[in-house]
């Protein structure tokens, strides 16, 4: 069993839902990044998604692109951020780390290559933005062998025939993108998103996340009353970008110890 599937199955049996920051690996300083993810879970973040910076991050709003942007002027590559997570498992070997990202730095390390390193490095799973499911059976078997979960973008645009596809591959939970658009276009329309969940648990066993335009402790309270995950991105992402390099790790930690307890309330 997964981190993922087994983080999941015990947050069912305690009746939570559970909290996904997203930070960019390397934002704001490359020697930051595993201590805020070490502040983050002891805030109560449940999984942590990582991302991988890169120069044309397609699906990402502008306050991420940016963040990308900051890591790589500091040259941040696929390689350090595996090192990253290996840094960060020597201190904690149960707190799940999904990787997103996009396909271009993962197909010029080689698909099995990274599916080895990775799981070497303690990833967990690994949602990969511009693969779609026609084209990446191979990958995604070659992470399953690895006991890793292909995590999976479904939005409010994707064909219940399409969501089908998505969600017989996929595993560990899927990730529904709450607006149309890019991380942090807009405010959700919480029905539209209720309504749309509730088609695509019909279709799948698999924990449901919503994410995209999850912004302040409200929206997240709304959301954990329907998804099984909320994922927090752009928010996150910004309080980092607003900070010092010194205050940091203080101030997303008490931003994800709100977002907890609005969860739990």
Known sequence: MSRLTHTFAQLAQQQKKALIPYITAGDPHPDKTVEIMHGLVEAGADVIELGVPFSDPMADGPVIQRASERALAFKVGLRDVLNMVQQ??????????VLMGYANPIEAMGTQKFAD????????????VDYPPEE??????QLKAHDMDPVFLLSPTTEASRVKLIVEQASGFVYYVSLKGV????????????QRVAEIRAMTGLPIGVGFGVRDAATATAVAGFADAVVVG???????EQSSVDNVVANTAQLTRSLRQAIDA
């Not at 390193?117 to 990969?128: E, I, M, R, W």
């Not at 991380?183 to 209720?194: H, I, L």
């Not at 752009?234 to 980092?240: D, L, W």
Request: glycine share 6%.
């Open 183 to 194: 991380t942090g276009a807009k405010n959700m329309d919480v029905q539209e998103v209720q």
């Open 88 to 97: 960060f498992r020597t201190q904690d070997n149960k707190t799940p780390i």
């Open 117 to 128: 390193l990775a799981k070497q490095a303690g990833v967990d799973g690994v949602l990969t």
């Open 234 to 240: 752009s928010r996150m992402v910004q309080e980092i």
């Open 136 to 141: 990446c059976s191979d990958f995604t078997q």
